[in-house]
């Protein structure tokens, strides 16, 4: 619970199966604002509404849905953006101004806007402060779970809370804000030192998390600040600490995410130490825990360091392959290039069949770090994408 | 047949099915060669070995390997490679500087040499001009076929051949030679005007496929050239046609090797055209190309081509996403930026039921187009690359 914010969630008929599609979140007074979004060339109208009115600062209600993305969708498709956000305007007799929109599902089929216009009045209705949960089920496209997260924080003056939501499940890739999460505090601070917090958490949680490697045209983080706890923000060090607590709700979300990925049976922790750079650290993670290959050795629980190499080398990044050291988990599977036998393949495949490990590639070259969260690539995430429209 | 070449396979030992797994191709003399490798940052011993030996630029054998990369095998690898070449010189007699290694499969086991080295004999005594399927056999990984193509031309001075065979199946991505592939011509030509045909060709197949995105440490491309059938390379028109012609019999073996991709049942070409560059046209359908969420909607046979514009802007490029016309097949699906509706759907799902066809993307920015040869991502190859070792 966080005060002074409700939630509500219905089924308004867009998702195909009659599931919850319409949720929505109201802070009781304006709330400061911040806000990331996709670096895809192609957003959702959605998003474009969004940036625009991030700009204004203050934000009382975020309406979403599920099972399109209003992508592709033209001049329609903003109509239909604005035509949400006025909706829930006119029922909380607020600005339209201060109500921000998203979309997750299907690309380039028009929104049912009809639908959504007229499930507007109960959802409103509906609002309660333990709506929460029912707003993340209803946000869910291919999430098996819906992903809610609560942590209680203080600072001088005050303790506080944030609640927020997220869902994910496929298009995730690590170069932006890689789905949909709506956070909630009663902290009080402006919405500059908001965006800063929300920046900072956003680096280390959604932006360090893949699934396919592709990239969503809908990505959205909203943060809503509302001031209602009476803690306020007044410090560096007070802003510092509300950024770390908001990291580790995104951190959390985050990796429920990747747990959740379509079809993912494993979560792993791909780990690079020791490169040139903290950027070639990155690129090196990025590569091997994108790979096809190296996910689908995952999936068959199957040490294949050798994919891992290959993955390494093709990341365009100045390494030494010879002096490359892998482990899986605790177990030294790589020691200067080579495999280091039976005995540690042994147990690195123990170590795969868990549902959670890390592999760590030392590399050798200098002083940058940096890991990714990934899955592994199952059957089912092909039965998912090859049926998803049908 | 081409004249003054002889190919032979035998079983090893090496491919765990007792397949055949060792290829030898023999020219009677010593002839012009020319090659392009992977550039992967991890090579394999046999490439490092090859890019050594190409600059003697005259080459009478090449051994090739499949079921073991003899990649990131360290010191051993590279004595195992140049022993391979060692035992098929004294075997023919022959200076091993004249003879060159390829290897394909898992990596990271050491190369089990000596049934290699004691294959060899057996290997020289089954050389035969009718060789070649025999060793394109010898060199298939997860192929399901082998692959050899020869082809027939004539300049001034008299008529020549080409034949070539090839792997291929996974880890292969547009970026470089992506597979082996060795081709055999009898035309005269020195290895200078050799390398620039086999850049030309290469460019135009080999590096305008892609099956996972993955790109393999081994990749290798030779081409030997004996001048056995009189005709010579003299003039640069006649280098020309040469190249076009070698150029033909790579793009059929590119086109062999996406085709018989890992689990594909589908080939499909992505067209890029009025992009801002050739480069951004590239850019555009290698992203598209390798898209998971693509290709496992072309395995659906779902004409999704949401997917195909939220790759299209994670490919990096400027552009506007709003005039952005695609056609799947001859049949248009997306109309500046948006759908064509109910009618195109139904066009582009039967022309998706066929496994070859074509997606075309006009950006309308410029003048640079591009295309590239892809798969689709089908529940098969998930299968193949979860159980590759076991």
Redesign the interface.
């Known amino acids: 619970m966080v005060k002074g914010f409700k939630a509500s969630a219905v089924s308004a008929g867009i998702k195909k199966n009659g599931k919850k599609d319409l949720a929505l979140i109201v802070s009781d007074t304006p709330a400061a604002v911040a806000g990331v979004f996709t670096?895809?060339?192609?957003?959702a109208a959605p998003v474009v509404l969004d940036m625009q009115r991030l700009e204004v600062g203050l934000c009382r209600a975020v309406i979403a849905n599920s099972g399109n993305?209003n992508?592709?969708?033209?001049e329609k498709g903003m109509s239909d953006a604005v035509s949400m956000t006025r909706a829930v305007a006119d029922s909380l007799n607020i600005d339209s101004k201060h109500v921000m929109a998203a979309s997750t599902g299907?690309?380039?089929?028009p929104l049912q806007i009809e639908s959504v216009v007229g499930n507007v009045p109960d959802l409103v209705a509906g609002l309660s402060p333990q709506g929460f949960e029912s707003a993340a089920e209803a946000i869910m496209t291919t999430d098996t779970r819906p992903k809610c997260v609560t942590r209680k924080g203080s600072i001088e003056g005050g303790t506080y809370s944030i609640t927020a939501i997220a869902k994910g499940a496929?298009?995730i890739?690590p170069?932006m804000a890689t789905m949909l999460c709506f956070a909630c505090t009663d902290i009080g601070v402006d919405s500059a030192a908001l965006q800063q917090a929300l920046n900072y958490a956003n680096e280390r949680s959604f932006n360090r998390i893949t699934i396919?490697?592709?990239?969503?045209?809908n990505d959205t983080v909203l943060v809503m600040a509302n001031g209602k706890s009476g803690a306020t923000v007044k410090t560096k060090d007070q802003g510092d600490a509300f950024a770390e607590l908001l990291s580790e709700v995104l951190e959390v979300l985050a990796k429920m995410i990747v747990a959740d990925g379509e079809g993912a049976t494993k979560l792993v922790e791909i780990r690079v130490l020791n490169a040139a750079s903290v950027q070639d650290a990155r690129c090196m993670a990025d590569t091997v825990a994108n790979?096809?290959?190296v996910k689908?050795?995952f999936?068959?629980e199957?040490a294949?360091?050798?994919?891992i190499?290959?993955?390494?080398?093709?990341a365009g990044?100045?390494?030494d392959?010879?002096i490359v050291d892998i482990w899986f988990g605790e177990s030294k599977m790589?020691e200067?290039?080579?495999?280091c036998g039976s005995e540690a393949e042994a147990a690195a495949a123990g170590i795969m069949r868990n549902s959670e490990f890390s592999v760590t590639i030392d590399v050798k070259s200098g002083s940058g770090s940096a890991s990714v969260l990934t899955c592994d690539?199952?059957?089912d995430?092909?039965?998912i994408?090859?049926?998803?429209?049908?």
Not at 71 to 74: A, E, L, V
Not at 212 to 217: A, E, H, I, L, V
């Open positions: 670096r895809n060339r192609v957003r993305a992508c592709c969708t033209g299907v690309i380039g089929e496929g298009m890739r170069d396919d490697g592709d990239t969503s045209t790979s096809n290959l689908t050795a999936f068959g199957d294949n360091w050798g994919r190499m290959a993955a390494l080398g093709r990044v100045v390494f392959p010879e790589v200067n290039g080579a495999g690539f199952s059957l995430y092909v039965k994408n090859a049926d998803y429209r049908s």
